[in-house]
């Protein structure tokens, strides 16, 4: 199925089978300021998790803290503008979404209001019957981890013969960097062999992740965006909105291909609470809005604006692709290594 918008500023074309997206503004070699809906939700369905792990940046503990079905249902309503019709794809998270008493309703929901499900887990609830209930319902499954090490093999293979894409959410930190430089160069190739993508997210200090573990501009760091133009993995490769400016800066990546930061200005995170915000990741409430308070579309279309004028970048770098890049994260400066002030 084939999502069309267009209007005289933004034009966007995504196929929901191949999850391939086309995003163009007046003409094909302009980029658009925001989209007038937004293209991808992510969604959290609990903040419920048992597992645990020390880079939880929601700090989820077991809870039994759940969205209803009900709720999740007035979400995929809102989401269906009368106009620019529904949004590409929804994000399901957690928490750990496969320990909610519903996930297959919702799913199966999802479905029902003609968008394409994809969810985030640690997969330790993969079961070989679940992966079966699933199968041709998914656009993909996120495996979160910090080790490549921890990664089920059978697992992957399960999900491979049932045709189910599988990406790895690699959580990238100043500690397991020389991991990640092995996976670039192609050392864990063996590992990847049945994996749809390894996407490298950028850790965050948040909930139980601490700052000891951020990012820092040493040599690991350099070896790492180096082997990014000549990487050797097996996988395709991808990064996180939090990463882009370094994308940007330290390699020759066409911008064509790469998004500056979304949040707010193409997608849109929304919590258990119903509270709605720019991403997952904002640490204060400064732009969060209750969807019981608001509609979705009146804080898209009006509560935002604020946010997307306090964006711009006062970098003063001199970077080749700064006009394409919208500077560091406004929620923690001290993830975007290239940004440099005055």
Not at 75 to 85: D, E, S, T
Not at 179 to 184: H, P, T, W
Not at 194 to 201: A, C, D, E, H, V
Not at 257 to 264: F, I, K, N, Q
């Amino acid at each position: 199925m084939k999502i069309r918008r267009h209007s005289k500023n933004y034009n966007f074309i995504g196929d929901t089978i191949s999850g391939v997206t086309f995003r163009w503004g007046k003409t094909a070699k302009e980029n658009p300021l925001y989209a007038p809906w937004p293209e991808l939700v992510d969604i959290s369905i609990s903040n419920h998790c048992t597992k645990g792990c020390n880079f939880c940046y929601r700090n989820s503990t077991p809870n039994f803290k759940f969205m209803s079905l009900k709720n999740y249902r007035n979400i995929l309503q809102q989401l269906n503008h009368p106009k620019w019709g529904n949004v590409f794809q929804v994000a399901i998270g957690g928490g750990e979404p496969l320990e909610h008493p519903d996930f297959l309703e919702i799913i199966n929901e999802t479905l029902e209001y003609n968008i394409v499900p994809n969810f985030t887990t640690n997969g330790e609830n993969l079961t070989n019957g679940l992966i079966k209930k699933l199968k041709e319902k998914i656009g993909a499954i996120a495996i979160s981890t910090n080790d490549l090490n921890s990664i089920n093999s059978n697992l992957i293979s399960k999900l491979k013969i049932n045709n189910i894409k599988c990406n790895i959410h690699y959580v990238l930190d100043g500690q397991n960097i020389k991991q990640a430089i092995n996976i670039l160069a192609g050392k864990y190739n063996s590992a990847l062999k049945n994996i749809n993508s390894i996407i490298f997210l950028t850790y965050k200090p948040l909930g139980r992740a601490t700052k000891d573990y951020i990012l820092k501009l040493n040599n690991d760091f350099s070896i790492f965006v180096n082997l990014i133009d000549e990487t050797q993995c097996a996988s395709r490769i991808g990064f996180d909105a939090c990463f882009v400016p370094m994308l940007m800066h330290y390699t020759n990546v066409d911008i064509n291909y790469v998004d500056p930061c979304e949040c707010a200005f193409f997608s849109v995170y929304i919590d258990e609470n119903l509270m709605m915000s720019p991403c997952s990741f904002t640490n204060d409430s400064s732009y969060t809005y209750s969807i019981e308070k608001y509609s979705i579309e009146h804080i898209w279309s009006k509560l935002f604006r604020n946010y997307r004028d306090s964006i711009f970048n006062d970098c003063v770098s001199n970077c080749k692709n700064k006009n394409e890049c919208r500077g560091r994260c406004p929620y923690f400066e001290h993830l975007t290594l290239c940004h440099k002030v005055r």
